[in-house]
């Protein structure tokens, strides 16, 4: 079911030189150690029992050092330093992308002091603590003291690593997670997004149509959901015999290291088709770390790109096809055969509409595809402003609230429901949520080339036969790793750098089709 | 339920001296990364995807590799040897077995030469690989050039490791798995026990009783089994909140660190007792590992002490408990209301006896309590045989066959179920098959110590009151980690050095109960 990437033959590093052989083998060295840690990582989420978290800390935190240490030596350094010259005499893309890239990983780990390093671990745990208590509570007070000192370290972080010429100082933040993209272009892509979302959803709401999505809400036993979700998990390529699924509080994916991806979801009887959703969000992911060049596995070249490519992954199967009409063709009698009689009736058609229903609502992450975008493009703007001191963190809910009333037309009802409601603050990470709307419009433009090659993917899709599909993404994303930038990749893709056309039509489209507007 | 270690309170390492401190925090460090690599085991051997095995190898070969390394510098050496001065001045009986362990241990770490280690290390892998073919094959000439080089290789180990003054190299392998024991004390406790068994097998044998097994293996489905055996493992005492128990192929307990000590089990539909008998066998080893203090863990005392105490722990929770009658008598209307209608019609006392029958066998792990320790000693007269030159390989299954009619009175059919079928001497673990009985030996001496204290022991089995029991076992054996020899323990415990005689008076007593001779 699965095919294998297609991944260009791969040269042997010692024909390009000694010290680009070395360094690459040193740097693998660090990976195979990281990639220890990230099996523990997804125990603890999934497997470790309650007492165990204290030694499982501690764990983590040793091969964490191991790990920084290791990449960080001045050897490394030097090795890269002697490797620039070989691999740009070798006119190899491969090894001249791999020292691209492993110059800036390098640069990253060694710009940052290590003594603001551990200040921001030890203020992650205390404010991401602070943070879940402050959210139960409801108390924003209890946690502004600890935004602000994340603002602060993020500033200081932002002024190390260094924000490209004519930038700002998130640029920096924001360059971790989507390398090279900056806070104009994001800008820029979100403005004219923005705009036509918020009068979208407006045509939605003066619709008038009535969608009933009781459908995708009907209680089902949570063992025959799994076995559903298992089921179209593994028709849509992903390969259990190099992965698994199991549960966990919060659906992620972990691709720890070639032949080892793995997957966890989360089942609530009465939300079988979010349990579908997030299967298939994770799947996507998964079949990106599964497509990615195994030989080539702890060098860039062997890695994913960046948070965006590797969220439009995860969306293309979750929403491009998990939430198409023909996908419900294919999925509902299957659902039916597992199901048995409580999905009577249902078409799909219907499963469709319901699965489609936009409304707007207070928490990001139970969004629908149209306003999800408008939470994330917020989030943007609010930490954004922070970062640049134009908005104090003690102003946030309000300034929250009152970009919360234009963009969705309701009133925030408490900070719970509002600026308290996500994690990433308190872990320190700014710069993050963007790469959540650039993986929809990295989604909805990268299917938009596919179907000019794939022109019976409907046809396709309606009989289950989704490896023409994965096929075309293993070679034509995954197979490159991290051989080109984001936006780079996208061009040579699609003929166009990243833009909001795509996706708004797709979405658009979706409208007309459910509400008729 | 579970009731907490009572060790004895915890002297601060730096007041014992700077240079204790910083050796056992050195040490530490090591168990850390070790700790790390045994929940990668554990993973590999219930979790790992198929297509993961490599990635795995690769991970765990750097961690041991890391772990050696830290255990092994000079400067633990130089720690060491200032730290013992420390030890000895403070009068702190922790830290001075401490210092002793430590000795012990890193004078083994650094007696192997690398190239050794190395060559061990690649043959095990292969050897393993050629003796699970060899065994399928029933080909024993197959397996004979790994068994001749896994020999060798051990004679040169022990070479290294070097025999005690007066003694023979098997006792530097012995010593491994059961410091302080030689072969000929070895032999010293098990020629009695021998005689013992093969007398009391012909007089069951003669018995013309006849015992009636089919309960123990009446057809039960495995998810009722799953909750039969977890039911009991937690009213024994496992703490699931720092444990968990799994599925493997074989069971296996491993403490990989505070809190988190994970237990496998296996099932199948016709093996209910099987199951419950793995099942409370492994929670045995995991309520030690448990029961270990917490706050020495990383040292010496807060370790087990050898695998024959190890598996006394097992062994008692598994037979002197659970093949008891008051402790049928308690489980019995806990399978009923689990298993149903199933175990209609079954008694207290016919579930004894099912779970006792005695019957020669060919295949040790399938063995009954009484048959049991003649496979170990027949084992561990082949195996210093071998290591002395006395017996050649390739003329091992002609002396194992004549052993095994003398002992069991049963021809060997082939060497599948005969020399082929364990594992160990294909890993090169030679010295490492008499702790088995070692345990059984350890968990009868220590069972008739505990019943002069608790003296209504059966009365509290009977009401399903296991606290008492494991309190006794906290107290008396867990708690002291390896600050005592093994035997030294028994001796402080039960007023005497292991012997024969507890055993050969438990099976004793057992034959007749269930066989009436």
Redesign the interface.
Known sequence: MTTTATASSTTDPASIGPNYAELLGAWR?AE??H???S??MW?MET??????????S??MR??AG?VHERRTTERMGELLAAAEGEASASGDTTAQANIRELRRDYDQLTKLPQSLVEEMTKTRSLAQHAWSKARDANDFAAFLPWLEKQVELNRRKAECLGAPAGGELYDALLDQYEPEMTAARTEEIFTPLRAFTVDLLERVRTSGADVDDTLATTPLPVEQQKRFVRRVVEAIGF??????MDDSTHPFCEG??????RLTNRYREDAWCDALSSGMHEAGHGMYEQGLPAER?GSPAGEAISLGIHESQSRMWENQIGRSLPFWEWALPIAQDIFGSALDGATPETMHASANTVQPSFIRVEADEVTYNLHIMLRFAMERAMLAGELKPKDLPGAWNERFKADFGLDVPDDRRGCLQDIHWSMGAIGYFPTYTFGNLYAAQLWDAMGETITNRDELVRRGEFAPILDWLRTNVHAHGRTYKAEDLCERITGKPLQADPLRAYLGGKVKAVYGV
Request: glycine share 8%; net charge negative.
């Open positions: 060295d195979v150690l990639s220890a840690s099996v523990l125990d497997m470790l029992p309650e007492k165990g978290t204290e030694a499982r501690e764990q040793m091969l191991l390969d259990f015999e190099a992965g698994r720890a290291a070639p032949g080892d991806t596995w």
